[in-house]
T-cell receptor
């Protein structure tokens, strides 16, 4: 039972445009969310997080939006760069069990020059 | 500061065998979590260790086990390997247990079961 879902396995975007990666979750107890980026042959690296007390968190070109009522979060990358091409995973956890993360299946982003 | 290291990086085993994977966390990190990544399934949580104790466990059969040593290094063991165990096994370390702390992942061990 996938509690975190990324329904788009891949996304292709032109350099300079916005990339929007989506993630849905089913467990209403989740209150902490993260995005990871993964390059081939490397482990995922932490990108940005958001807790349920906020609905937006920005870090440079990366912004994560959280819609708690829809149990949906999204990652916006503006402007997209070819170096952003990677697989992006969203992950969620509940505050009573922070170190048990549930991951989505990933979205492969391709930013075309 | 050195990152999370995992050994071996690649492994080929046959059905029925057992395998042990090793993970060395970032210095000072006491929490180590293990994940299995298969195509289409994303990362699935196996278990988490903190101070040599298993704190969390995912929904995997008892063939999957682990342990953590006093220096925080962790090992994961899979017994009676099945073809479906072929996957990338990732470990992640973090400073705290039970806190909102980011995890740092190792490069993974690619296990192929034939």
């Amino acid at each position: 039972d996938q509690q975190v879902k990324q329904n788009s396995p891949s996304l292709s975007v032109q350099e300079g445009r916005i990339s929007i990666l989506n993630c849905d979750y089913t467990n209403s107890m989740f209150d902490y969310f993260l995005w990871y980026k993964k390059y081939p042959a490397e482990g995922p690296t932490f990108l940005i997080s958001i807790s349920s007390i906020k609905d937006k968190n920005e870090d440079g070109r990366f912004t994560v939006f959280l819609n708690k009522s829809a149990k949906h979060l999204s990652l916006h990358i503006v402007p997209s760069q070819p170096g952003d091409s990677a697989v992006y995973f969203c992950a969620a956890s509940a505050s009573y069990n922070f170190n048990k993360f549930y991951f989505g299946s990933g979205t492969k982003l391709n930013v075309k020059p | 500061k050195a990152g999370v290291t995992q050994t071996p990086r690649y492994l080929i085993k046959t059905r029925g065998q057992q395998v042990t994977l090793s993970c060395s966390p970032i210095s000072g990190h006491r929490s180590v979590s293990w994940y299995q990544q298969t195509p289409g399934q994303g990362l699935q949580f196996l278990f988490e260790y903190f101070s040599e104790t298993q704190r969390n466990k995912g929904n995997f059969p008892g063939r999957f086990s682990g342990r953590q040593f006093s220096n925080s290094r962790s090992e994961m063991n899979v017994s009676t390997l099945e073809l479906g165990d072929s996957a990338l096994y990732l470990c992640a370390s973090s400073l705290a247990a039970g806190g909102a702390d980011e995890q740092y992942f190792g490069p993974g061990t690619r296990l192929t079961v034939t």
